[in-house]
T-cell receptor, first 115, second 114 residues
Framework: QQQVKQSPQSLIVQKGGISIINCAYE??????FPWYQQFPGKGPALLIAIRPDVSEKKEGRFTISFNKSAKQFSLHIMDSQPGDSATYFC??????????????FGQGTTLQVKP | DAGVIQSPRHEVTEMGQEVTLRCKPISGHDYLFWYRQTMMRGLELLIY????????DSGMPEDRFSAKMPNASFSTLKIQPSEPRDSAVYFC????????????FGPGTRLTVL
């Protein structure tokens, strides 16, 4: 029940196209849903995040869509660029007694944007 | 700020040897996390600390793994004895206490056990 399922495993998109990555979860105790971006040889870095009381969050070309009833959320990358080529991880936060907790990560999606 | 610092960046060792990975979190961060990344299992949380105290070590694979945080600016992850299946990239991350906190990841240590 603590899993976050991510799809697809890999994605190839033409420059200028839209990249869509989907995640699903079961545990309703999750209350924060970040997306992390990882370039080869680097650690993951926070890209964008959303709380479950919001259905959509947009930052530049990146948008998270959140469907609480379906327990699904997705990342949309508009006007995809070769520089967006990276591995993307969705995650969900399982809070502890404090103000943070542990992130449960999806399996990752390797995105390749072709010029 | 230099960000999260990990050492060594690469480690090659033989099966049965002890391996110690090191991490210096960002100053002022109250939480420290150790992750392991492999192709098969993705990014797994091994253990995390709050104010130097281990909070959840349920992800530690077995007794061969141990982690310590003797002070706010240093943590170690030790594997003894190491096995080939421990080969992976190990990440350390840190975050602040309050709010919906971003975790800042270090560059990772690539461990190869022969």
């Amino acid at each position: 029940q603590q899993q976050v399922k991510q799809s697809p495993q890999s994605l190839i998109v033409q420059k200028g196209g839209i990249s869509i990555i989907n995640c699903a979860y079961e545990n309703t105790a999750f209350d924060y849903f970040p997306w992390y971006q990882q370039f080869p040889g680097k650690g993951p870095a926070l890209l964008i995040a959303i709380r479950p009381d919001v259905s959509e969050k947009k930052e530049g070309r990146f948008t998270i869509s959140f469907n609480k009833s379906a327990k699904q959320f997705s990342l949309h990358i508009m006007d995809s660029q070769p520089g967006d080529s990276a591995t993307y991880f969705c995650a969900a936060l399982l809070r502890d007694s404090g103000n943070t907790g542990k992130l449960i990560f999806g399996q990752g999606t390797t995105l390749q944007v072709k010029p | 700020d230099a960000g999260v610092i990990q050492s060594p960046r690469h480690e090659v060792t033989e099966m049965g040897q002890e391996v110690t990975l090191r991490c210096k979190p960002i100053s002022g961060h109250d939480y420290l996390f150790w992750y392991r990344q492999t192709m098969m299992r993705g990014l797994e949380l091994l253990i995390y600390f709050n104010n130097n105290v281990p909070i959840d070590d349920s992800g530690m694979p077995e007794d061969r793994f141990s982690a310590k945080m003797p002070n706010a600016s240093f943590s170690t992850l030790k594997i003894q004895p190491s096995e080939p299946r421990d080969s992976a990239v190990y990440f350390c991350a840190s975050s602040r206490l309050a709010g919906y906190n971003e975790q800042f990841f270090g560059p990772g240590t690539r461990l190869t056990v022969l």
